[in-house]
């Protein structure tokens, strides 16, 4: 029995439709309790402002987001016993808010992107004493995916090697705590970061305006860690819903757009990886009335796969989160 939702934290690693002679695994980080990645550092930067005296029992915490860390901060919040005020853009999708604000949230609406939310917090911030926990900056961002989402990956591989971890760019803290660690322990590993082709900084150096909600922030984030990059992979958004469509109609994994656009990057990256003479496991027939499903693991129980090339990416969030935006209709 755990004594606190937030002791759940944690997310399985699974094998999903993959090139020949390659495999394809997602973590599932809508299976956190606040159902998304942004649980894990939500945790760790109020934990370690807690540690440091920065936040004490009867602060207020700020924070600017697009959704997720906002929802991850409410839960955490909830859980400790802090009112949380959430600064996001009126663009993002309208269940965020809903969620937010079920975990008991306030809610400020700007016009613009996460720069202008940015500014709206350090008013707060300033005018009223609240504590911003600043998660582009806050290195509890990345090492909380150093300590969780990549010791996890470790232990769930079972011993196979770890070829390339592919993942989408907002704050840079799960590309970088994640990278890092999987670095040390497969350090042939290939990293590849992926943005919005229509906001593509990291490519072009210069940003723009996308549709992603979380994925692209139109800056380079402090917590990103450039020096752990090997290449960046772009993605639409239009290519990204469409991947949506397909993980939720064909393989039952109902995701986001983010998590879209950072399977078609793995996907690319797996296909050019990929060893036709590698003893890669084959993926099972798709279940019938008659015959029960089977599952597909990242390691072959006969201990076959073990020279085919993995390839490890990130599902963020939850598709129920974008239901509004008419994505899956």
């Not at 819903?241 to 990057?265: D, H």
């Amino acid at each position: 029995m755990d004594d606190s939702i937030l002791d759940t934290i944690g997310s399985p690693l699974v094998r999903v439709a993959s090139p020949p002679g390659a495999t394809v695994a997602a973590k599932i980080e809508s299976k956190n309790p606040g159902g998304s990645a942004k649980d894990r550092p939500a945790l760790a930067m109020v934990e370690a402002a807690e540690r440091d005296g920065r936040l004490r029992p009867g602060d207020r915490l700020v924070e600017p987001t697009s959704g997720n860390t906002g929802i991850g901060l409410s839960m955490v919040a909830a859980a400790k016993g802090y009112d949380v005020t959430i600064v996001m853009s009126e663009d993002m999708s309208p269940e965020r808010r809903r969620i937010m604000r079920a975990y008991g949230a306030d809610i400020e609406l700007v016009e613009g992107d996460i720069s202008e939310a940015k500014a709206r917090a350090d008013e707060l911030e300033a005018a009223e004493g609240m504590v911003q926990l600043r998660q582009f900056e806050n290195a509890a961002n990345p090492e909380a995916h150093y300590r969780t989402t990549a010791e996890e990956i470790v232990e769930q591989v079972e011993g196979r090697r770890v070829d390339a971890l592919v993942a989408g760019v907002g704050t840079g803290g799960t590309l970088s705590g994640t990278g890092r660690r999987l670095r040390e322990a497969f350090p042939e590993m290939e990293v590849v970061a992926v943005e919005p082709v229509d906001n593509a900084v990291l490519s072009t150096g210069e940003g723009g305006r996308d549709g992603f909600q979380g994925m692209g922030p139109g800056f380079v984030s402090p917590n990103l860690d450039l020096d752990l990059i090997d290449s960046v992979e772009t993605v639409s958004i239009e290519a990204a819903e469409a991947e949506c469509r397909r993980l939720a109609r064909e393989e039952g994994i109902l995701v986001g757009q983010s998590s879209g656009a950072s399977n078609l990057a793995a996907r690319r990256v797996a296909a050019r990886l990929a060893d036709p003479e590698a003893d890669c496991p084959e993926a099972p027939e798709a279940p019938t009335p008659d015959r029960p499903s089977q599952q597909r693991p990242v390691v072959a129980s006969d201990g076959g796969g073990a020279e085919c090339p993995l390839v490890i990416t990130v599902f963020w969030d939850s598709g129920e989160r974008y239901m509004s935006t008419g994505m899956f209709d």
